[in-house]
């Protein structure tokens, strides 16, 4: 399965760029949906396999998880991470052979300390 790294608006001339923070905030406001389970979450997906996660919410819930996201890695001292979106760029398609895959994966970016000489954890 190849993946896409933007999609289409109703004009298939003009893509719509994907907004990796408004990926981010859809898919945690469909995580945080009563009841919603790996299992739950994967079958939803299966369900609209084009879709991506900013296709099954409101734009304006999205934004809004995005923001309470953001502020929750920042509090917890998470500085630098990196997302992997489904259909959107550099995601492992190795993971869609999972029995329930994830849509988007967060990985916090961690570096090398020079002065301390050693890599500076991930703080969740």
Request: proline share 6%; net charge positive; aromatic share 8%.
């Amino acid at each position: 399965m190849s993946q896409h790294a933007f999609r289409f608006t109703r004009d298939p001339f003009l893509p719509e760029a994907v907004s990796p923070v408004v990926e981010l905030g859809a898919y945690e406001t469909l995580w945080a949906r009563d009841g919603m389970t790996v299992k739950k979450m994967a079958a939803l997906f299966r369900e609209h396999p084009s879709a991506m996660p900013s296709d099954l919410v409101d734009r304006d819930e999205a934004e809004k998880m995005a923001r309470t996201v953001l502020q929750l890695l920042e509090a917890k001292g998470v500085k630098r991470f990196g997302l992997r979106i489904h259909r959107a760029g550099e995601y492992p398609e190795k993971l869609r052979d999972a029995k329930h895959p994830v849509a988007i994966i967060l990985r916090c970016e961690q570096r090398f300390d020079v002065r301390r000489g050693h890599q500076e954890a991930c703080k969740y």
